[in-house]
C-alpha cells in the first residue's frame, strides 16, 4: 500500500525557518517524480515544487524561487522541503504527491505550516 | 504563465448529471487531470490524461478534452460526490515548467 506520511509543520514567525518531511512508503520511490503541494486555509490547490527521481531537476512556482528548497533522499524513501525567509502567505496545509506522469496519483495527509507572529 | 479557469460552483439534483469545465488556451493539446478533495481530506485523482479514471474511480466519473475547454463529466450524481473538484495540467511551454491547478469548483448536491 502506497503511503506519504508528512511531518515537521508547525507555527512560525514571518522571516522564519522550516523544514518539512515526507515519508514514503509501499512504492520504489527512487522511480518517481515527486512535488509539494499546499492549500491555504479556504482556497484552492497550489503546486510549490517538484523533483526529478536523481534530484537532477527541480522546479518551483514563481512565489517561492530563492526561498524555498526541494530535495530528496532516496536511500531514506523521503522527500524534503526547506522553507526560508516565510511570509504570512505560505500559511498553508502542505501535502506530499506522488508524480505519475504529470499526475499525482498519490498524496499524503498533509501538514499545517502557519506564519505569524 | 497558463491560466485554468473554473465555475466556482456547480449544483446538481441526485440522479442527475453534473459537468464541471476547465478552461485554457488550447487546452485540448494538454493532458488534464482532474482531483476530488472532500472537506478535511487530502484531493484524491479521479480522472487522468483527459478521460481515464485510477483503479476504484466509479465508472460515473468520466472525461473530456478539447479546444479550449475540459470538461469532467459526473453521472447519476450521489450526496457522496459532493466536493470541491480541481483540473491540472503540467504546462511546458515556458522555459521554467510547472504545475497548474484551477480553481477549484465546488460541486452541491441538491
Known amino acids: 500500500e502506497v503511503q506519504l506520511v508528512e511531518s515537521g509543520g508547525g507555527l512560525v514567525q514571518p522571516g522564519g525557518s522550516l523544514r518539512l518531511s515526507c515519508a514514503a512508503s509501499?512504492?520504489?520511490?527512487?522511480?518517481?517524480?515527486m512535488s509539494w503541494v499546499r492549500q491555504a486555509p479556504g482556497k484552492g490547490l497550489e503546486w510549490v515544487a517538484n523533483i526529478k527521481q536523481d534530484g537532477s531537476e527541480k522546479y518551483y512556482v514563481d512565489s517561492v524561487k530563492g526561498r524555498f528548497t526541494i530535495s530528496r533522499d532516496n536511500a531514506k524513501n523521503s522527500l524534503y522541503l526547506q522553507m526560508n525567509s516565510l511570509r504570512a502567505e505560505d500559511t498553508a496545509v502542505y501535502y506530499c504527491?506522488?508524480?505519475?506522469?504529470?499526475?499525482?496519483?498519490?498524496w499524503g495527509q498533509g501538514t499545517l505550516v502557519t506564519v505569524s507572529s | 504563465s497558463y491560466v485554468l479557469t473554473q465555475p466556482p460552483s456547480v449544483s446538481v439534483a441526485p440522479g442527475q448529471t453534473a459537468r464541471i469545465t476547465c478552461g485554457g488556451n488550447n487546452i485540448g493539446s494538454k493532458s488534464v487531470h482532474w482531483y476530488q478533495q472532500k472537506p478535511g481530506q487530502a484531493p484524491v485523482l479521479v480522472v487522468y490524461?483527459?478521460?481515464d479514471r485510477p483503479s476504484g474511480i466509479p465508472e460515473r466519473f468520466s472525461g473530456s478534452n478539447s479546444g479550449n475547454t475540459a470538461t469532467l463529466t459526473i453521472s447519476r450524481v450521489e450526496a457522496g460526490d459532493e466536493a470541491d473538484y480541481y483540473c491540472q495540467v503540467w504546462d511546458s511551454s515556458s522555459d521554467h515548467p510547472h504545475v497548474v491547478f484551477g480553481g477549484g469548483t465546488k460541486l452541491t448536491v441538491l
Open positions: 504527491a506522488r508524480d505519475n506522469l504529470a499526475s499525482f496519483d498519490y
Open positions: 490524461d483527459d478521460s
Open positions: 509501499g512504492f520504489t520511490f527512487s522511480s518517481y517524480w
